[in-house]
C-alpha cells in the first residue's frame, strides 16, 4: 500500500459506515479507533541524506508479537566517503491502556570503528533495569513510564493521536544512561518528500542548550506515521531520514460484529 493510495482511500470512505477503511491490493487497515488497543501494524523505508544527497537506506517495522507485546525494529546502513555504519535497533513492548511500556531494547552496530552490541532489559515485576554490559541493575530510580531507544516514538504517535502537543519521558538510552527526553509541536506545516507532499506536525527535541537540534514529523493522515526526521548539531546538519514507502502489513482480525459490513467497493 502507497503513501498516494493510502490517503485516497482514507478520504473516499471517511463518510462511509464504518468511517476510514482502507482496502489495496487486498490488503486491509482498520483505523485505531475501531479496534481500540490494537496498533497499526506496518513496514517503513527511508532514504537518509546529508545536504541534499542520499547515503544510505533505512527500514522501519512494527508488528504484533502476541497478546499486548508488539515489536518496533529500526534499520539502516550508511555509506559516505571511507565511512560505514549498519546498526539494527528493536524495542519488544506491551501496548495497552494507549501506554507503550518496553521490555527488551537491543541494538547492534557495525561498520567503521569498533563493533558494539547493547541490550536493555525492564523488568516491572521487581522495579530494575539491567543492561547486558552489567552484572548488577542500572541505578536507575524505576519509573512506569519508563522507555527506551526508540519505543518512546510510538509513544510520540499514541500522544499525537490524543491532541497533545507536549511531552516527557524518563528514558534509558542504549548505554544504560537515564535521563528525561522532552518535546514539544511547533507546528503543521506541509513536507515535500519521496512519497509526495504530505501535511505533518513537526515536533521537536528539546535540549539543556541549543548546540544540538532534533525534529521530527508526523502525519496524520497516515495514522501519525514518522515521515521524517532531522538532525543538527550547532546548526550544522547531521544528517536527514525521508519516507520513500509505507506498506501496511498483517492487519488485526476484524471484530465478528462488523465483519459482514465490510464489502470493498
Not at 40 to 61: N, V
Not at 117 to 135: A, C, G, L, M, P
Not at 159 to 170: A, D, E, V
Amino acid at each position: 500500500m502507497t503513501k498516494n493510495n493510502f490517503l485516497h482511500t482514507a478520504r473516499t470512505t471517511q463518510n462511509k459506515k464504518l468511517g476510514a477503511w482502507l482496502v489495496c491490493a487486498g490488503t486491509l487497515l482498520l483505523p485505531t479507533s475501531l479496534i481500540a488497543g490494537e496498533l497499526t501494524q506496518f513496514q517503513a523505508s527511508y532514504d537518509i541524506l546529508r545536504k541534499g544527497s542520499t547515503h544510505g537506506k533505512a527500514e522501519r517495522t512494527l508488528k504484533k508479537l502476541n497478546n499486548d507485546n508488539y515489536q518496533v525494529t529500526y534499520r539502516s546502513d550508511i555509506e559516505w566517503m571511507i565511512f560505514s555504519d549498519s546498526r539494527q535497533e528493536s524495542s519488544t513492548f506491551r501496548f495497552a491502556n494507549n501506554k507503550v511500556e518496553p521490555i527488551k531494547y537491543a541494538m547492534i552496530r557495525t561498520g567503521t570503528g569498533p563493533d558494539k552490541e547493547y541490550e536493555i532489559n525492564f523488568d516491572r515485576q521487581t522495579k530494575t533495569v539491567t543492561s547486558n554490559s552489567s552484572d548488577y541493575p542500572l541505578k536507575c530510580q524505576w519509573h512506569d513510564n519508563f522507555q527506551d531507544g526508540i519505543s518512546y516514538q510510538v509513544q510520540v504517535r499514541e500522544g499525537l493521536k490524543q491532541g497533545k502537543t507536549r511531552f516527557s519521558f524518563p528514558l534509558v538510552d542504549k548505554k544504560g544512561n537515564c535521563r528525561d527526553y522532552d518535546f514539544e509541536v511547533v507546528e503543521t506545516e506541509m513536507i515535500s518528500l519521496p512519497i509526495g507532499n504530505v501535511e505533518a506536525i513537526k515536533v521537536k527535541r528539546l535540549y539543556d542548550n541549543d548546540k544540538r537540534q532534533a525534529l521530527a514529523w508526523f502525519a496524520p493522515e497516515m495514522d501519525f506515521m514518522l515521515v521524517r526526521m532531522w538532525k543538527g548539531e550547532k546548526g550544522v546538519e547531521q544528517f536527514e531520514v525521508q519516507m520513500n514507502s509505507f506498506t501496511v502489513i498483517n492487519p488485526p482480525v476484524l471484530p465478528a460484529e462488523i465483519k459482514h459490513d465490510l464489502t470493498p467497493e
